[in-house]
């Protein structure tokens, strides 16, 4: 990455009346209290990895509720003085624009003061949540009540389980295969009412965190991603502790072995040997969570990392190109014929190599490889400085994520062309292929990047700009997007001459006339900014 690579344009800024917003910021802290109001982003509240230099996503000011009458408060305040709001759990969903808003110029609401777990049922396996509860705060509640369950979790456990099922954010037990985890929302609304969704829309309904539909259109998948009202409750199921897990971990040697580890891993799923929601990760995302691109590699910054650099890299990690990790849940002599049938299959791989440990909710939390911790149900923080690959402390990435069929000729396909595409622009091919079902697999790749170095950060835009653009012109659309390319990724589903966005757009203008909740959120604009 060179500062001869092509002038990326950052999103200009979007200014709100400053007045209007100033005025409707002192009425919220006349409403809620001052100490829960903060004028700008307090150094925090940004894209931590947009370079100093760039000011788009830029908040004027964040109010943290404590209640859902303080949001509905909120809420009415910012339509009366016409001032767009940007709603976020913690705000650490760093690789998509973190707790910046899409708008600038706007009120964001934070929701780290609602963290409440309000009830945890082990006999029916599910709790009730406030949105800004953390994987960790679950974590915690769940051991202190002694319940036997077990939440599933990604693998940082800092973010909100509310922000991050709310824009379909991966998570990797059974429970997260397919964002099943959410059952029953509720929401205030543009107008500053409440709505519950499925059997939360009749009064007293013991069933609304337990029945997932509803009497009419279900619209609770609505709020995934959407911007139609504000999460102030969220049903969450929770799995029962199993009897024990059994951690496996399947090395390929050659780059062109994704394609039978796919189909393996598919057949595996398909017929239900594999539950949960398996990960590939390639060499370079591996080394990633260890340390910078430096320790493993002293060539040009400027020039991806060749092959037999790559091998070798793989040989000091102990790791193949791809590096299979899963679990298997339940009684140890199920789990023993479960295992047996796997390593049979993947077996068949030349070369591959497959190690496995079975251990009990006891050990879980003492585990000493952090995905394996992450698929007993315990949240940490091991690989939280990964994006720092090309600029340390001062690292920062973003994610590309197309969504792909889960075959292994597509998928390797695919890894191909994205590599292509990277080492064009002179950047390391990281890769974390996450299987959300039996079908159809998630391609995650890190786009990472020196905020310090304003040109090389200008580049990793571009070649993120056009990722996204490329991929649409071949059949592949992103499940989530960064700020910055939420509308090329929503311009990318065409069909009907866009017919999905239209009808999206008419529900926003019909519950959100005014266009206060979350504007543009992945694409989606109200016709006054549209």
């Known amino acids: 990455m060179t500062a001869t690579t092509p002038k990326f344009i950052p999103a200009r800024r979007t200014e709100v009346e400053p007045a209007r917003v100033a005025a409707a910021l002192q009425q919220i802290a006349e409403k809620i209290g001052q100490d829960r109001v903060l004028t700008g982003d307090a150094g925090e509240f940004r894209d931590p990895f947009q370079p100093a230099e760039w000011d788009a996503f830029s908040t004027a000011g964040v109010v943290q509720p ?3 009458e303080d949001v509905q408060a909120i809420v009415r305040i910012a339509a009366q003085h016409g001032v767009p709001i940007w709603a976020q759990g913690q705000g650490r969903n760093n690789g998509y624009g973190g707790a910046a808003p899409r708008l600038s110029g706007g009120i964001t609401v934070n929701f780290r003061r609602m963290n409440r777990v309000l009830k945890i049922d082990e006999e029916l396996g599910y709790a009730l949540i406030e949105p800004g509860v953390s994987f960790q705060d679950m974590y915690d509640a769940i051991e202190s009540s ?28 059974p429970y997260g295969r397919d964002f099943q985890a959410v059952c029953g929302i509720e929401a205030v609304t543009a107008d500053g009412g409440l709505l519950r969704t499925g059997m939360g829309a009749m009064d007293g ?9 509803s009497l009419g259109p279900t619209i609770e998948p609505l709020f995934m991603q959407g911007n139609f009202g504000i999460t102030t409750k969220l049903g969450l199921w929770l799995m029962p502790k199993p009897e024990a897990i059994t951690h496996v971990h399947v090395d390929v040697r050659r780059d062109e072995d994704l394609v039978p580890l796919v189909d393996t891993l598919r057949r595996l799923r398909l017929d239900g040997t594999i539950d949960g929601v398996p990960c590939i990760l390639n060499t370079l995302l591996i080394a990633s969570t260890i340390a910078k691109r430096s320790h493993w590699y002293d060539g040009d910054p400027a020039l ?8 070798a890299i793989a040989d000091r990690i102990d790791v193949g190109r791809w590096h299979l990790r899963f679990a298997l849940y339940g009684d140890r002599n199920v789990l023993a014929l479960q295992l047996a049938k796997a390593e049979k299959a993947f077996r068949l791989i030349p070369g591959s190599r497959i190690r496995s440990t079975t251990t009990g909710a006891d050990e879980w939390a003492a585990l000493s490889d952090p995905s394996d911790r992450v698929y007993a149900g315990v949240p940490n923080l091991d690989w939280k400085d990964m994006g720092g690959w090309y600029g340390g402390d001062r690292g920062g990435h973003m994610s590309f994520a197309p969504v792909a069929p889960l075959t292994g000729r597509k998928v390797y396909e695919l890894q191909r062309w994205m590599r292509d595409g990277f080492e064009r622009s002179g950047i390391d091919h990281t890769a974390d292929l996450i299987v959300v079902n039996a079908r159809s697999l998630v391609s995650v790749a890190g786009i990472q990047f020196d905020i310090d170095d304003e040109p090389a950060t200008a580049a990793a835009y571009l070649a993120m700009q056009n990722l996204v653009r490329e991929a649409g012109k071949i059949g592949y659309g992103e499940y989530r997007a960064h700020l910055q390319f939420m509308d090329l990724a929503q311009e990318q589903y065409g069909f009907g001459d866009h017919a999905y966005r239209r009808f999206v757009e008419k529900i926003k203008d019909a519950v959100d006339p005014r266009g206060i909740i979350n504007p543009g959120r992945h694409g989606i604009w109200p016709g006054n900014l549209r």
């Open 205 to 213: 309904n013991e069933s609304w965190n337990l029945y997932k539909r």
């Open 304 to 311: 991806p990392i060749p092959d037999r650099q790559i091998d």
């Open 146 to 173: 002694g319940a036997n369950l077990m939440v599933s979790v990604p693998d940082l456990g800092w973010g909100s389980l509310g922000g991050n099922s709310q824009d379909n954010g991966l998570t990797y037990l």
């Open 66 to 68: 404590d209640s859902v």
